[in-house]
Structure formats: C-alpha cells, structure tokens
C-alpha cells in the first residue's frame, strides 16, 4: 500500500523568501513521485515529477524536488517565492510511471504570500 | 497538446435527480481516465479507474450503483451520480493519461450542488 504525508496543511512565507513544502511518503515498491499545483475552482497542474531517474528534479515556475529514499521524502522548494505561488500544493505517489496507474494524494498544503 | 476538459463546469440539480458529467481528452486518446472527488479544503480522493471499452474499476467504499462510470471511447468518459443528495455534493475532477507523456493530465473540474 502506499501512502503520502504532507506535514504543514498551511504555509505562509514573505515575498521572495525561501518555499520549503514537505512530503513524506509510504511504499512498498519503488515509489514514482509528483507535485501539482492548484488554483481555487481549478484542475491540477503538474509542477514537477521523479520517475526514478535524477533525484533532484527541477519543474516549472522555478520549482524543484529533491527525492531522498533514506528518508522517504520528497519536499518541494523554491528559492525565492512570488505572490503568484500562493495556491494549494498537492503531493502524490504512484506505482508506476506511466500515468496508467492510480496517484495517491497527499491532503496538501495551502501555501500564502505575504507582500 | 494534452488538454483535458470537463463539462459541465458547474452544475446545481434538485435532491432525487442524476447528473451527468462529460470528462474529454481533448487532443489524445486515453485508454484511462480516472475520477476523484473532493470536498472543500481537503484532498483529492480516487473514486475509481476507467478503461476504454471494459468496466470501471471502483476503490472501496465507492457505490458503483450511485456513480455510473462510461468510458465507451478513447476520448471520453462519463460519470452520472444517481439519486443525487446533499451529502453527494462536491467538485469532481478526472484525469485522462497521456501514453506519450507518460503522465495523467488533469480536467479543470466540476463543482456539482445537490439542494
């Protein structure tokens, strides 16, 4: 089974200060792991995503991860936040790459910029 | 490309009737798509998976009876809530995976009111 933890259900960070959003995960098998970002009455947007290849990847919008298996984390920065950034963040895990098989949400993070 | 829309964007119904919800890939074909709900401040929860041309798969404590799911082509599914009631209202989201991105791609979502 596997699961996701997102420590911090909300965030607040001044404008141009560091984004540190956490996420923990559960897996029994390699875990393939994402970020989505989603604005109010809209869809998710996918920020970034690991598919075992780096462990450092980088998404949109000046976004990056970083997986680290010893501790089954995958947080989500960025260096220097926009007032823009301010939505929900959301964090998942699946069994496989290739999108055919179900994401497991995290109960994500609202992340608020304050000017 | 890999666009996903849904239909309707909103919708209010009476207590007792079905509504229907139209998820398209709108440039791909999808062999799954997948519906989640979610209610106010909280995460997406799966409901079930949908393939091309078989029965959808629900997870547990999902009445397939209440949520008809049809996925009857590579481009669209449907999901219908029957007997729709109060406690049924929410926003449903589906994503559609995209087999050249390898990832799923998420519709903007439809806020459904039961009164």
């Known amino acids: 089974a596997q699961s996701v933890t997102q420590l911090g259900s909300h965030v607040s960070v001044s404008e141009g200060a560091l984004v540190l959003l956490r996420c923990n995960y559960s897996?029994?098998?390699?875990?393939?792991l994402f970020w989505y970002v989603q604005y109010p009455n809209q869809g998710l947007q996918l920020l970034l995503k690991y598919t075992s290849a780096a462990t450092l990847v980088k998404g949109i919008n000046g976004f990056e991860a970083e997986f680290k298996k010893s501790e089954t984390s995958f947080h989500l920065t960025k260096p220097s936040a926009h007032m823009s950034d301010a939505a929900e963040y959301f964090c998942a895990v699946s069994e496989s790459p290739s999108g055919t098989y179900k994401y497991i949400f995290g109960t994500g993070t609202r992340l608020k910029v304050l000017a | 490309g890999a666009v996903v829309s849904q239909h309707p964007s909103r919708v209010i119904c009476k207590s007792g009737t079905s509504v229907k919800i139209e998820c398209r890939s709108l440039d791909f074909q999808a062999t799954t798509m997948f519906w989640y709900r979610q209610f106010p401040k909280q995460s997406l929860m799966l409901m079930a998976t949908s393939n091309e041309g078989s029965k959808a798969t629900y997870e547990q404590g999902v009445e397939k009876d209440k949520f008809l799911i049809n996925h009857a082509s590579l481009t669209l599914s449907t999901l219908t809530v029957t007997s729709a009631h109060p406690e049924d209202s929410s926003f449903y989201i589906c994503?559609?995976?995209?087999?050249?991105?390898?990832?799923?791609?998420f519709g903007p979502g439809t806020r459904l009111t039961v009164l």
């Open positions: 897996s029994s098998v390699p875990p393939y």
């Open positions: 994503s559609a995976n995209h087999r050249s991105y390898n990832e799923q791609f």
